[in-house]
């Protein structure tokens, strides 16, 4: 989550990646960056482009691309929103499966 002062850095950054990376030509205007009430953004932004094909040029281009070794960016059709929005945001710890070793068979 990024304020207002680095919101302009962030997305000249994405605009620089999808350049580099795609060779796709993004306006700043078409970003959106939902802020909550503390003016800092909410961990994701909405990006606006001119047709299916440049989205999942974008999408294939960026989703998983490393900024530095703490920030990887993901990206996520708007179709797909609706499955993430109702994911519980309470961590819950995995349980721990027993350790057995693997059988192995040979075949010749």
Same mark, same amino acid.
């Given at each position: 989550? %990024?304020?207002?002062?680095?919101?302009?850095?962030?997305? /000249?950054?994405?605009? !620089?990646? #999808?350049?580099? &990376? #795609? /060779? +796709?030509? =993004?306006?700043?205007?078409? @970003? *959106?960056?939902? &802020?909550?009430?503390? *003016? !800092?953004? !909410?961990?994701? +932004?909405? $990006?606006?482009?001119?047709?299916?094909? *440049?989205? =999942? $040029?974008?999408?294939?281009? +960026?989703?998983?691309?490393? @900024?530095?070794?703490?920030?990887? @960016?993901? $990206?996520?059709? @708007?179709?797909?929103?609706?499955?993430?929005? /109702?994911?519980?945001?309470?961590?819950? *710890?995995? #349980? %721990?499966?027993?350790? #057995?070793? !693997? $059988?192995?068979?040979?075949?010749?």
């Amino acid at each position: 989550m %990024v304020g207002p002062d680095r919101a302009d850095k962030l997305i /000249g950054a994405i605009i !620089k990646a #999808a350049q580099n &990376q #795609a /060779g +796709l030509r =993004v306006s700043r205007d078409a @970003f *959106e960056m939902p &802020q909550g009430e503390d *003016e !800092k953004s !909410k961990g994701y +932004l909405f $990006v606006t482009l001119s047709s299916t094909q *440049e989205a =999942v $040029v974008f999408q294939r281009a +960026l989703h998983g691309y490393a @900024f530095d070794k703490r920030h990887t @960016f993901s $990206v996520v059709p @708007f179709s797909d929103v609706d499955r993430y929005d /109702g994911l519980d945001e309470t961590w819950v *710890e995995p #349980a %721990v499966e027993d350790w #057995a070793p !693997k $059988v192995r068979t040979a075949f010749y």
